[in-house]
């Protein structure tokens, strides 16, 4: 069954707007950040790593969103191209606003946490005015993220972006990527978010959330049903709860819900599963692969990433991730 159709003859397949980063992941793992000296710089933020994702699993890829004038924001702009991304709408900031950072800390496989530095950094200085309208028009399907939603001007340059969509009839999908350190409450984050789903085809995230996106619901028992039941009131067609290690499930306007299996892996890190599963989940939907397909693509596409020292670098392309499907119906991949 179609649940999301996509306009033909467009030059774009997937847009993404947002963060632009840079991680400095951990060298010395197993150990507190007061004791790692050494780190390694890669491109990060969610709907860049989506981007990439994208890009590598062969889809025609853009992005919109703005860079520091700096040697980090040029790092940025130099392996979104080097990607295949198209850049014509990434813009540079010329205010003197810095590159976000995010350094990662490896105690363990799942004792991970990230340190961010996010003050006057130049992807939130993104204005509803920069964003292309022909390029939304150009686009099958467009991702925002909602940490481009937490300060002014860019949550401006968001919503810009989702009446573009709508009106050119470009799919949209919302990661939604909740980082309290960026908000100023929850109320304020509960309010935008649900602003921006309203607009959205297909939500993903997790169960902690979509709790955060119901402060002002009645939903005691953080039922996945009633969350995903409220969207197909507006105009969703897939809603993704992701619960972990215990899976995802999806939720399709007519009343079911979807899982599948998952994979093992040999983890290293946690961070950067989310946005590979995005990457390869949507990569399926856009294939036209049933949902169970989409999810098990998206949650070996996870395991690569999670398996591995970086997140957008790790970003694996079609053929490794069937190889790894493959791999672990052999058993020849099993769970550190």
Known sequence: MTYVSFKADRAHDFTAIGRLCIDLNANEINRPMEQTMTFTKYVGGSPANIAIGMARLGRRTAFIGKIANDQMGRFILDYLQRTGIETENVVTDRSGAVTGLAFTEIKSPTDCSILMYRDNVADLLLEAGEVSEELIAQSKLLLISGTAL???????????????????????????????????????????????????????????EFDMMEVFEQNPEHSDSVTASKWFDYNAKIVIIKHGKEGSIAYTADNKSHRAKSFPAKVIKTFGAGDSYAAGFLHGIMQGWTLEQCMEFGSAAACIVISSHSCSDAMPTESQVLRYIEDCNNGKITAS
Request: glycine letters at 4%; charged letters at 20%; one cysteine or more.
């Open 150 to 208: 937490a300060q002014s001007p860019s949550r401006e340059a968001v919503f810009q972006a989702l009446q573009y969509a709508k009106k050119h009839g470009t799919v949209i999908a919302f990661d939604l990527d909740y980082r309290p350190y960026t908000w100023t409450s929850k109320q304020e984050t509960a309010v935008y978010y649900n602003l921006a789903a309203a607009y959205c085809d297909i939500i993903l995230g997790t169960r902690e």
